[in-house]
T-cell receptor, first 111, second 114 residues
Framework: DQQVKQNSPSLSVQEGRISILNCDYT??????FLWYKKYPAEGPTFLIS?????DKNEDGRFTVFLNKSAKHLSLHIVPSQPGDSAVYFC??????????FGTGTSLTVIP | DADVTQTPRNRITKTGKRIMLECSQT?????MYWYRQDPGLGLRLIYY???????NKGEISDGYSVSRQAQAKFSLSLESAIPNQTALYFC?????????????FGPGTRLTVT
């Protein structure tokens, strides 16, 4: 059973606009969440993380929001740039041991 | 030089053959992981290790084995490869610093079993 779900396989956004990528999880014991970016022929690259004691974490153009009651997190990219075009994975963990990944969302930023 | 390296980068093998994928890291991390990526399924954990003497099964360990030869080296073996093990395999390392976990991934090994 998929414990971490990304229900949108793809997303297209105009350059300069906001990209919102969504992720849902089922295990209420998860206490740490991460977002990764992946380009073709490369391994995933860590983007941003958030622990369950927070509901928001920002790093430059990237902000992650966590809604524990809804078991939902989202990644906001503002403003979106063509170089942001990639596959984005969310992942969840209980105490940083095993990491469970979603199926990914392919983001295309249109110039 | 890359922090996490994987060899080989591409491999084609036949059903029933034994194959080993190797991973090395220079980050000095204790934790290492092997994942596979399949289209539409994301990354799934095969095995993970928190130190040289600690090996743990992940979500999909059947048909795989691992060896942690040193802190920096973690190998994945397919004892008798089968076609549904055709996938992209990633090694990763992890550390906990400043209240945050991060995983660092290698470039991947594309394995095809015919």
């Amino acid at each position: 059973d998929q414990q971490v779900k990304q229900n949108s396989p793809s997303l297209s956004v105009q350059e300069g606009r906001i990209s919102i990528l969504n992720c849902d999880y089922t295990n209420s014991m998860f206490d740490y969440f991460l977002w990764y970016k992946k380009y073709p022929a490369e391994g995933p690259t860590f983007l941003i993380s958030i622990s369950s004691i927070k509901d928001k974490n920002e790093d430059g153009r990237f902000t992650v929001f966590l809604n524990k009651s809804a078991k939902h997190l989202s990644l906001h990219i503002v403003p979106s740039q063509p170089g942001d075009s990639a596959v984005y994975f969310c992942a969840a963990s209980k105490t940083g041991n095993q990491f469970y990944f979603g199926t990914g969302t392919s983001l295309t930023v249109i110039p | 030089d890359a922090d996490v390296t994987q060899t080989p980068r591409n491999r084609i093998t036949k059903t029933g053959k034994r194959i080993m994928l190797e991973c090395s890291q220079t980050k000095g991390h204790d934790r290492m992981y092997w994942y596979r990526q399949d289209p539409g399924l994301g990354l799934r954990l095969i095995y993970y290790s928190f130190d040289v003497k600690d090996i743990n099964k992940g979500e999909i360990s059947d048909g795989y084995s691992v060896s942690r030869q040193a802190q920096a080296k973690f190998s994945l073996s397919l004892e008798s490869a089968i076609p549904n093990q055709t996938a992209l395999y990633f090694c990763a390392t992890s550390d906990f610093q400043g209240g945050a976990y991060e995983q660092y991934f290698g470039p991947g090994t594309r394995l095809t079993v015919t």
